[in-house]
Each structure stands twice: as C-alpha cells, then as structure tokens.
C-alpha cells in the first residue's frame, strides 16, 4: 500500500507553488530539502486539486526569473543577471535581436549604432535617403545595413539594401570594370535593334 502523504506537506507544496511562484520541479527540490520526497506528477495533481493555476505567460515568466543568472556583458564590462548561460550582452548594449547581431558581429554596441544613426542624420550614408522611407526587402526586418570592411570588419558607415550591394560589387571587382559599367550606362555601346 502506498504511503500517505499528510494534508500539511500538501498545503506546504501549495505555498511553495502559489506564494513563493516556484516552478513544480522547483517545489519538489525545495520539499526534498526539507526531508520530504515526493513527485511531480503528486505535485501537480495537488495544486490542480487546490485550484491554483497560472497562465502560460505567466509561467514563461517566473521560468525566466528562477534562471537569472550572474554575467558580465562582453562590451561595457558591466555586471548583469542574464537568462542563459552562455548570455554575453546586457540589455543595454543589445536591447534587441538585431542589436545582439550587430555586437556579436561587427562589435558595435546599441550606443555606437544610435550615434551613428544620429550622426548620419537616419540617412543612407551613399544616396541619402531616409532610412523609414525605405522599405526593407522581405528577408530583411530593417532598411538599415551596417557595411564593413570584409577584411578588417571595421564599420564603415551604415547604408540601405540596394547601396549595400552596390558597394559590394563595386568593392569586388577591378576599376576597369565599374568603367565599363559607366560607359555602358552613358550609351557609349548602345546596339541598334532593328524592329520589323
């Protein structure tokens, strides 16, 4: 016959769950401190029986806090608590998805990115368009590339979509050809179709 589990540890996993908002796997550890061995599958019948519920959000949630864990951000040397433990930014310096590929990628934190922008008046730095006038192409969430040196991957400036590719094939191929480009554009070998 299984062993009884007294009305007290269940109204302690209850506390645990409800009031402390430790996750199930956390209750079971904290009661197995305490001396008390019990499941999750118990725990969970013992809550659901209780009435104590929490939306996914919520749940998401109080995960994420229970896994905060102790990082110093690869950029500005700062202190801050991350939610994995392979984090290297802080929120500061990469506030974003984008942000975060920015650092990882040409290290240059949200900050310089910012300044940057400002200094280039939210203007294409090649045909000075506004960057919120342009829409992005569908791969892309944003009209603004930063563009690099591929050798050194030092930020050059930032650009739009279609200036960032002109000025890698410009930066690809020899003078002679972008000659030939522009001679070709100015009419200079223009061929005569003859319509019937």
């Given amino acids: 016959m299984p062993k009884r589990i007294s009305s007290e540890v269940e109204k302690r996993a209850v506390y645990l769950y ?18 008390i061995t019990v499941g999750i599958n118990w725990i969970y019948r013992k809550i659901h029986a209780h009435g104590v519920t929490r939306s996914h959000s919520q749940a998401m ?17 700062q202190p801050f608590l991350g939610k994995q433990v392979n984090e290297k930014y802080c929120e500061v310096c990469a506030p ?28 294409c730095a090649v045909c000075d368009r506004r960057f919120d006038e342009i ?10 590339v930063v563009d690099h040196a591929h050798d050194s991957n030092s930020v050059r400036g930032l650009l739009c979509h279609e200036c960032n590719i002109a000025v890698g094939y410009v930066e690809k191929h020899s003078r ?9 554009l100015k009419g200079a070998h223009r061929v005569q179709v003859n319509q019937s």
């Fill in 135 to 144: 829409t992005p192409p569908k791969s892309r969430r944003s009209s603004v």
């Fill in 61 to 77: 949630e109080f995960a994420m806090n229970e896994r905060r864990i102790s990082c110093v951000c690869l950029s500005c040397s």
């Fill in 176 to 184: 002679h050809t972008l000659n030939k480009i522009l001679d070709y």
């Fill in 96 to 123: 974003t998805l984008q942000a975060h590929k920015r650092i990882y990628l040409y290290g240059m934190p949200e900050s310089k990115f910012q300044e940057l922008l400002i200094k280039q008046r939210h203007r």
């Fill in 18 to 35: 409800a009031h402390e908002r430790l996750s199930i796997p956390r209750v079971r550890a904290a009661l197995a401190s305490e001396g």
